[in-house]
């Protein structure tokens, strides 16, 4: 694009004042949100997105060439929905519902505005989402999107966002531009570096990003010049951009400009008819345009059936290396699979996939929440991401994956090396809560297969499965239980043992299973009838079968190597809420400790011997 | 200290050959271990801990005068067991039964070995304890100590290092020494850098610490002359160090030096014999010293009474500004008491605290996980941190969180603006899961009060208590129910509403109390007598009450503010595990949006029309 002549400027700056106009409405209708974080960013995004730099078709949101823009900062959502007013996809009438009661456009960009690329508002995510919409653009779809990230200054303290930046160096995305809203103010008082742009420049710098300064964020002459630098300097020189700009918070109000204490308030009742006036005359209809993105041809991407991994019932095999098998037999039937991990694929059996297809896997070294954060943004573009680590490390990312459904991302996870049954390493890393984290996602899958050939297949029904999933996975070899054929479903369960006078059920999962089983046959010589139900499938949770077991045995025991809130035993329990039935929970209680994994099965009350004395106890008292 | 004579570097370099033998004889012995990450780094923490510049009296480990060693990169828990075996704390036997079942000495080092300042293992989280401990240290104690925190190269891609970085330089900790072990290689392979000493430099300079450069991090001569060098500058300059040494992977076993895929593996056992052969003769009597501290005169601190804050009986007054009252009041009766926030001091109101008692309020600015590090690290040293954001924040460090129960850190965690009642900002803000996230903990504790009274009686309660506690605040004005001389416990719980023939029961905490109680006023008229139980202790549970209520009612209903999974009604359900009365959970269950605290309520079935409709419904069923 050519420089901008002083006609465009003064068209982008009237545009700006109506943006702004449009943000004190919006927030004073809806008698809340932060009008002054979003008046600082005005002119940086209005001149990028309607000064002739942005190329994006409405008409076709999806296009994988058009460019992206992402609200790290997501309480900026007034000036967000305001750009997109301008932009003509949302009535000002509309914009007016700000904050309402069933509006889209709600208090931090979600999903059901459907220009919001990303959930944001939990501040620091949005630098590694964008750095994933950016990887997809640049090694999948190789198409010339780039992505645009508006960070606000005090979420630069989390260490989410240098994970992005190292990240996105690492895998040179000159298509990543970040834009600094430098203006000083946090929300309780000013940011470590107050405005010393060099500040964020010289750490920015340091970790490979070229960096741009603008002295001044509000002169559309400075702000312009940097959006033309940042199209002349993009181009394959593997250095991702960031623009950082010295802004002023609550500018275009000027009893805010500056100050401290305004953060996150309309503005003031009774000021607010003399702030629109000092914003000149409304122009309700102004509005801007993108340009075009450049013209692109996708590669189309064929699926292709997948055959079954031959396992022999008896064979030994963990069922982390049944997902690295799965993964790699399942790459053709899934096109848009990919797999990212964390320093940790050798142990995930990531590994496989990563060296038969390392064009679609990508190493996100030991940096979770970046990790995932990359996983949400390849999801929104279209691809199907499976993040896999150690199931303790997961947690490191809660908060990144308790956002991703407000994106309607479709990833899934895998965590492995649950429970005390790792043995030696210690709890530091084994998965504990892992089961309890997941199921608190809503709509989210919970798997946790026994052995090889249901985890193959369950890779299978989470990868064709719409939405957030998580599988479970065991360092230990686990002997395979079934035949290659058998078949599993979302929501399924397997009863592998009952007869009509069962005494009592175990229901257990993935390495508990093996102890359970291990407990009935013993049981069954003593005379008491077991019935085992392997729960694969723990969210949603095969209540049919569940019920059915509570009301042909006397008592329910769970099983399972997690802590017990909020695992297996609690998913049972929320099952047969209304039931009579007494269940029991053997979980782990004491605390986890370094030693073999036959001793802190026993040491926790879940390996066999243990569930024997529980029901033998409980049968006899 | 003065500079190292040839003698004192050969007596460095055959203890730290020995300590070669113990690290390679323990993890052969336990058959699991890391001993190649373990031996890069036995120079530099031989040379750091017995040339002299380490202060530290081993019959008083507690002395805030000794300095402190982390061990970030807590896999080389072989070098750290083996540091204190040469230190004469661990026997080599005793050392010998590395990573058995019921050894101290566990594959990550936890509080069950005496000498572990604070558990680690989960990379990345080492700095953000060193720098609570050098906080503790400089603003707190005003002791001399320094900490030193031995960190890996590869878990510098994780954000919290960045986060513990930038604080650490803003608070100007020069007390705090990192020890980077660049030893090129990760888990899976060669990190971000490789032996790129500047690349570290480069990025950790440009945060404003100092850098010390080692080109030979096993040259006895340069290492020491590294800590000659840190002594000689870290006075009152206010930049932390951090000391970059090139080391080799594996060192001093030819056969694995520097070569990838022999993470986390014991030697070889065919080469084990040799392996000791090359390390030369055996010195199990081997010891070395320690430097004394310097002396060092601890302020005492006397506790006081404290009164009680006057609520009226009804006041509208929102629990979360009880806790910033609480804070103030309970101050001078717990004078170890400090507080960290999250950038959120005004929406916690831990702001009340910070303007009465600045030098015990620590601004952790918006990066949660370095936050909660840092609060182990004070906790280990004796502090009584309070830890502060929004519930919804606090899953950002949920790492960290599960990571100090093995460092029994006496930490306190306050999750404000919780649920969907906080309204308009939507669900990046809502805390949902954080009930469930804090129930995994280990014998943590979790109280949500209904009012200010109650509030202020928990934090005085959570204060007393020995171990992690959470408590949950609300957003929104409710009003005071109880008297200011109620008494509260931990476990316990209050019955609002009861008679001899109560139909049905409602178990609600925080907000839905109230919502609860408005329901059975209404219910009363229509002829349904409802008993309501404010349940505030949430782990542990009143399970006496619960039982007592499940037996004379004919069904229970709980209403929580927070996703079903892992609340209050799974908390409930498992407390009735064997009891026949039926348990119906209300909860968030439909997405959360924005929208006016009242409609959410509704929406989500947990407002005072909802839960009426709820009882009514199932009882005429």
New interface residues.
Partial sequence: MSTSTSTDLEQLARLSQQIRRWIIRCTSQ????HPTSSLSAVELMTDLMFGGHFRYRIEQPDDPANDRVIFSK?HASPLLYSLWTAAGVIEPDALMRY?????PL???P?S?FRMTEA??????QGLSIGFGMALAARYIDRSPSRTFVLLGD??M???????AI??AA?YKLDNLVGILDVNRL????E??YGHDLNAYR??I???GWRCILVDDGHDHQQVMQAWDEVESVSENNGQPIMVIARTIKGKGVASLEDEPGHHGKPVDEDEFESILADLGEPDESIRGQFSDPIVYQANPRKSEEAGLTDYEIGDEVATRDAYGNALCRLARKYPRLVALDG?????TRS?RFRDDLPDRFF?M??????MVGAAVGLAVRGELPFVSTFA??L??A??QI??A??SNANVKFVGSHCGVSI???????MG??DI??F??I?DGVVMYPCDAVSTEAIVDLIADHQGIAYLRTTRGKTPVIYANDESFSIGGSKTLKESESDDATLIAAGITVHEAMAAAKELDAKGISIRVIDLYSI?PLDHATVRRAADQTKVIFTVEDH????GI???V??SL????T????LAV?K?P????PD??LD?EGISAGSIVAAVSRWLEA
Same sequence: chains 1, 2.
């Fill in positions: 809806a008698g809340s949100g997501g904050r309402e009661f069933g509006s709600e208090g931090h979600t059901r959930a944001t508002g939990s501040l620091g005090s979420e303290a989390e260490g989410s966002q240098w994970e190292q990240l690492h946090g929300q309780r008082g940011t470590m010289d750490r710098e340091a970790f320093e940790v694929c050798n142990s590994k190493e070294f030991i940096a979770e929440q970046n303790a490390f947690s490191r809660f908060d308790r956002m459904p407000y043995g030696q390493d210690g709890p530091s890393q504990l809560e309890a984290m199921r608190t809503q969210k802590f017990p809130e909020g035993g609690e998913a329990l929320t809420s209304d039931h009579p007494p269940v029991n929970s209680r605390r400790i370094s030693g073999s001793k802190l040491l």
